[in-house]
């Protein structure tokens, strides 16, 4: 039952672009994020921005501006219990909606948004985009990193006008169609996966992509991370 190893946002530290997998117990990776050169916060208006949602044990961070994207790292709706740090919980519909709260203030301001989720964030970005969540017309793409693939994407139907990109390493062996998330204390929307493929197909289709990790980490220099219109 393998956990992710948990590194939170630094402000002020380089990128860590990979974390390895420790003595088979690890929770889910957390890549740090270095501001810009001056270390500024997130202006408030017009702005390109990337929301980041971490997964199950991450945490959030400070806003900062970086080769004119602003960069926000909300953290979880809930604590994440024997993980440590925080994580999305967006089932039921009340829980969902708290979830999305924290991401629409969070991009309060913003111009066009992308959304880029890891593992459990990532869970819960691929039910805002099967919601038809658009924030107000300003969500241009969604990027699902190593999602966790559950039935939040059940009756998909989202809004026009908005990229969807997955990655996946195959390092979640257990999400197997069928497969009780109970057994690893895993978060999920309906209590079991139903396995990537599946997930896909509610997705639209969209093209797997192999992520350049075969470990569950999250490959935060995705380009479509920055690709805005």
Wanted: with cysteine; proline share 6%.
């Amino acid at each position: 039952m393998a956990r992710h190893l948990h590194r939170p946002f630094a402000v002020g530290v380089s990128l860590i672009a990979s974390l390895a997998l420790v003595a088979g117990c690890e929770k889910e990776t957390e890549a740090s994020a270095k501001p810009g050169a001056a270390g500024e916060r997130a202006p408030v208006g017009g702005t390109k921005c990337l929301l980041v949602l971490h997964g199950k044990g991450g945490e959030g961070g400070e806003s900062y501006v970086e080769n004119d994207v602003t960069k926000h790292f909300p953290a979880g709706n809930a604590s994440a219990e024997s993980w440590g740090g925080r994580q999305w919980i967006y089932f039921p519909d009340d829980k969902y909606d708290e979830a999305k709260e924290i991401v629409t203030s969070a991009v309060e301001g913003c111009g066009q948004v992308i959304i880029g989720g890891f593992s459990n964030g990532a869970g819960f970005a691929a039910k805002l985009y099967c919601r038809g969540e658009t924030l107000d017309g300003r969500l241009t793409g969604v990027v699902l990193d190593d999602p966790v693939p559950d039935h939040g994407t059940d009756g998909c139907s989202p809004g026009s006008g908005i990229d969807l990109t997955v990655y996946w390493t195959g390092a979640l062996v257990e999400a197997k169609p069928g497969w009780k998330c109970a057994e690893a204390d895993w978060t999920c929307d309906g209590g079991e996966t139903i396995g990537i493929d599946a997930a896909l197909d509610h997705l639209g289709g969209p093209p797997l992509k192999k992520s350049p990790y075969t470990d569950h980490q999250w490959y935060y220099e995705a380009p479509e991370l920055t690709a805005f219109r």
